[in-house]
């Protein structure tokens, strides 16, 4: 995929007939396929930028914010062919533009591809581009759709929060006035990391290991609040999703798995050992594997379910759509994760990495204490263990030495939601819905060709394709995937490109 080409915006209008949905006589394949001559009456394009590559919805006020090559537009939900307020013109500087070619980067890659945009509160939104590989952020007054200084200065440094090149993967949020970023921190694109910055608390970030990251490519984050309500004084998580090139294994070709790693979010980092590191960043295998153990490895998109608000956290469901490393043909899967299950992979033991010198496993049954790797909670604090700093050196260097679980993060059900055989799958959106007395999890995925697939998720887990929809002509990715529930029907924005 290269990010010069055009992309587009656009807005369909499903009308959800939801009883209909379990009487029909489900197959394999789309029930229904809708041409995309067809949808033209329901469609809304926006074209008049390129490179659009990061949405943002604000409910509130039913816009849609778009960031894309040197711009940012604030679009109506109900109608992405209308701008709402003027666009906000973002271009790199001419000198940073210079500078990026003499480097020796391409004239079109020199340019501002805005990758992030979140509200930072009520008022205010962040935003954050390459420009010109010189990663800038900047705040933007939600009311007015204007830049607004931060001190002196319209834009800060975006570095460790934002990519040098707009072709590299990213991931990144803001959590509780912090900024948390899984990117790549140097103009090469060749030193990757998952860092916090901006905020109140440490600046910190991952170890330059291997063992840590190695080759990641960054799919998403998710902030999931699982100190509220806690009976042992818990902290919230953040969560990372990427693949990487496991270290675990030892064969020829480089083998890429997929991963869920966690930080905690009062994370201080460590007093002598990872100073300004992270103290609590572990990760495990997410598996997603058919009945006869066939992996799906690479993680292409994911979708973060929590049906009654994020204070249910244990409620929690992570979806991710899966390919094969190498399939020629295109193989997919969709598999589903439980939140209880993944902390309880977290709880466990921890991996020995094959061709480093590390003792990972228990000796003689016993591990540091506290706990390597773990949040700072009630039983740690009546220790005297009130901040990460305040750990002893070997549980800290058990962690820098040993981020990897032993045991994998699998699907619940005994094979994937759903695998489809000639269909890359590359985004997904989840929408739970209450039918006839029952709960259905709805599925909205996105593939490389422009087709968007609309699965239901019954009960027992069986899963069924009832719905295609042809969205481009001529075929283009689906790149990202967002849902606006209403009362009657549903609006998917969606970003794609090729």
């Known amino acids: 995929m290269e990010l010069r080409s055009s992309l587009v915006i656009l807005a369909l209008y499903l009308t959800l007939s939801w009883p209909c949905l379990l009487t029909f006589a489900f197959a394999p394949e789309p029930r229904i396929t809708v041409s995309h001559r067809t949808l033209q009456g329901e469609i809304g394009y926006f074209r008049k930028a390129e490179n659009l590559s990061t949405l943002l919805l604000d409910r509130t006020r039913d816009l849609l914010y778009v960031g894309g090559r040197d711009a940012i537009f604030a679009l109506s939900v109900h109608n992405v062919e209308h701008e709402v307020m003027p666009k906000i013109s973002w271009q790199a500087s001419q000198k940073a533009m210079d500078d990026c070619q003499k480097k020796g980067k391409r004239s079109d ?54 990519p040098f090149d707009p072709q590299l993967s990213y991931a990144a949020l803001i959590a509780d006035g912090d900024f948390y970023a899984g990117t790549t921190d140097n103009f090469l694109g060749t030193s990757s990391i998952i860092s916090r910055s901006f905020g ?9 290991f291997v063992t840590w990251l190695n080759e990641p490519n960054f799919v998403s984050a998710a902030f999931i609040e699982e100190s509220y ?18 270290k675990e294994f030892t064969y020829f070709n480089k083998v890429v ?30 598996v997603c594997a058919d009945q006869d153990g066939s992996l799906f490895s690479v993680l292409r998109g994911t979708f973060v379910l929590q049906p009654n608000g994020p204070k249910a956290w244990k409620e929690t469901v992570f979806y991710g759509v899966f390919s ?62 009130n901040s990460s700093t305040d750990l002893p050196d070997q549980t800290l260097s058990f962690v820098r030495d040993c981020p990897l679980m032993e045991q994998d993060v699998r699907q619940p059900t005994r094979i994937p939601l759903l695998i489809k055989s000639h269909v890359n799958y590359t985004t997904i959106a989840v929408a739970r819905v209450h039918v006839s007395n029952e709960i259905v999890d709805v599925l909205f995925l996105g593939t490389d060709v422009g087709t968007l697939h609309k699965a239901v998720v019954l009960k027992d887990k069986d899963t069924w394709i009832v719905e295609e929809l042809e969205l481009f002509s001529p075929p283009m990715p689906i790149q990202s995937l967002l849902l606006v529930e209403e009362k009657v029907r549903h609006s998917l924005g969606l970003q794609s490109g090729k």
């Not at 991963?259 to 103290?279: F, M, P, S, Y």
């Open 324 to 385: 094969k490393q190498w399939s020629q043909d295109g193989h997919s899967a969709v598999c589903h994760y439980d939140i209880e299950e993944i902390n309880r992979i977290f709880d466990g033991n921890y991996k020995q990495q094959t061709d480093e010198k590390q003792k990972c496993n228990e000796q003689g049954g016993q591990l540091p204490s506290p706990r390597p790797g773990q949040c700072i909670t009630n039983e740690q604090r009546n220790k005297k263990y």
């Open 109 to 162: 890659d020199c340019a501002n591809f805005v990758k992030f945009l979140q509200y930072f509160n009520d008022t205010h939104i962040y935003t954050c581009g390459t420009y010109a590989f010189k990663p800038s952020c900047m705040f933007i007054n939600a009311n007015t759709f204007k830049e607004e200084k931060n001190g002196n200065e319209e834009i800060n440094s975006g570095k460790s929060k934002c």
């Open 229 to 246: 309500e806690s009976p042992i004084g818990d902290d919230d998580k953040i969560y990372f999703f990427f693949t990487e090139v496991a």
């Open 200 to 208: 109140s608390r440490r600046f910190l970030k991952s170890e330059y």
């Open 257 to 286: 798995v997929s991963r869920i790693a966690r930080v905690c979010k009062e994370d201080a980092g460590g007093k002598r050992i990872l100073q300004n590191r992270w103290t609590t960043f572990l990760k495990a295998q997410l």
